[in-house]
């Protein structure tokens, strides 16, 4: 009888150690300094869905050692100078983590408080490989591709192809330049025949992308590869379409087609270009658990599917979250190296943080734009799904490329 007792309640408790309870006490500050306004508002106004879809789930699931977190986020107006302002003061009421977007403010605050205050930072959207390589500092991690591993993917799947002169548009800030000077680079590597044919770096932000599309058709191109994304690839394809740029390139081109962009596109998306994508979720729900499971929630809650950036910033808080959980502390140095020796869920697939650039080994999906009934909005069609293990620059690269080799 006893020994029946026992069996019962052993049971009992394990059942009840399985079950999510919602967390209490006092709040674990998080905060975040976006562009909630200027030219990547579109960008962080997603970013900032995932963030507070991130915090919701977690609380949800008995929080960060049992406490909510609590998430506090301003708007920096895509000023660098602002994020920083913004970013010291968040760490100075109390935050433990900050989410910045952008390049330029993932730079800034990386270099002006996350190091100078020992913050854990976590850049979402940016895709400068500065914050991994250059300008690395132990505190910042990042969970979006960065221009290397996007360059990379990018440049073998089309070095396979038969194009030998290629034209280059990026939009005038860091990533933008860097992105391009990756691909230029990586192109001619895995392809010696290739050519720069032309280059244009129209403003970011910029609503005439005219003098660009004409400089680009009069170079009579094989290829058009483009590093503009969000309002910048919406604008440029608006316009694109209207002088027949697509017909004439033949689909011959390749851009950023996030999902939040391809909504926007909707009948009028380029079907039949190139596109490349840093977080897929028509691809994710199908092939991980995880993701399969976070689309629907986010799906059930905002009636729609989450963008690339609402899952990098969800990535961001969720990834920490779990660092914090397995380290059993909060404290800054404990969950950097928590990050670097653990394995963490995310939609994604099962993703680690590399140890000597705490860069995330995150996929680059890359493919075909095609209307999607089921979705009832265009998607990209995956040809490949490259594995960050397999774009990321191995250790001694990064080493060399900081000794500025």
Request: proline share 5%; aromatic share 8%; net charge neutral.
């Amino acid at each position: 009888m006893k020994t029946s007792t026992q069996a019962i309640l052993g049971a009992l408790l394990a059942g009840l150690a399985q079950v999510a309870w919602p967390a209490s006490g006092d709040p674990v500050k998080i905060g975040a300094t976006l562009e909630l306004s200027g030219a990547a508002a579109d960008v962080s106004n997603d970013a900032l869905a995932g963030l507070k879809f991130a915090v919701e789930t977690i609380n949800a699931n008995g929080g960060v050692l049992g406490r909510p977190v609590a998430l506090a986020f301003q708007d920096n107006g895509t000023s660098a100078q602002k994020a920083v302002n913004q970013a010291s003061a968040l760490a100075k009421d109390g935050a433990i983590l900050l989410v910045v977007a952008s390049s330029a403010s993932a730079l800034a605050v990386s270099k002006n408080v996350s190091a100078r205050m020992g913050i854990p930072t976590c850049a979402s959207t940016s895709q400068s490989d500065d914050l991994s390589i250059k300008d690395y500092q132990p505190y910042i991690y990042t969970m979006s591709p960065n221009s290397y591993m996007v360059m990379r993917s990018v440049a073998t799947y089309l070095a396979r192809q038969p194009h030998k002169r290629y034209a280059v548009v990026a939009a005038d800030y860091a990533a933008g330049r860097t992105g391009a000077r990756r691909f230029q680079e990586f192109i001619k590597e895995l392809n010696p025949q290739a050519e720069i044919v032309a280059e244009e770096y129209p403003k970011f932000g910029s609503r005439d992308f005219t003098p660009s599309i004409n400089k680009i058709l009069a170079a009579k191109p094989d290829y058009v590869f483009t590093m503009l994304f969000g309002s910048d690839l919406l604008t440029f394809s608006k316009q694109a379409q209207a002088v027949g740029f697509f017909q004439q390139m033949e689909n011959r081109f390749i851009g950023m087609y996030d999902g939040l962009t391809l909504k926007a596109m909707g009948p009028g998306a380029p079907v039949g270009t190139d596109g490349f994508q840093a977080a897929a979720a028509n691809d994710f729900v199908r092939s991980t658990a995880d993701g399969k499971q976070y689309v629907a929630s986010y799906q059930a809650k905002h009636g729609h599917y989450p963008s690339d950036w609402a899952t990098l910033a969800y990535d961001c808080v969720s990834v920490w979250a779990q660092a914090a959980n397995a380290a059993q502390s909060i404290e800054p140095d404990r969950v950097m190296a928590a990050l670097e020796s653990h394995a963490f869920k995310s939609p994604r697939g099962e993703l680690r943080i590399g140890k000597f650039d705490h860069q995330g080994e995150v996929p680059v999906y890359i493919g075909t734009v095609a209307q999607s009934a089921a979705l009832g909005q265009p998607v990209i069609d995956m040809r490949e799904v490259v594995p960050g293990k397999a774009s990321r620059p191995s250790e001694q690269a990064v080493l060399k490329m900081r000794a500025g080799d």
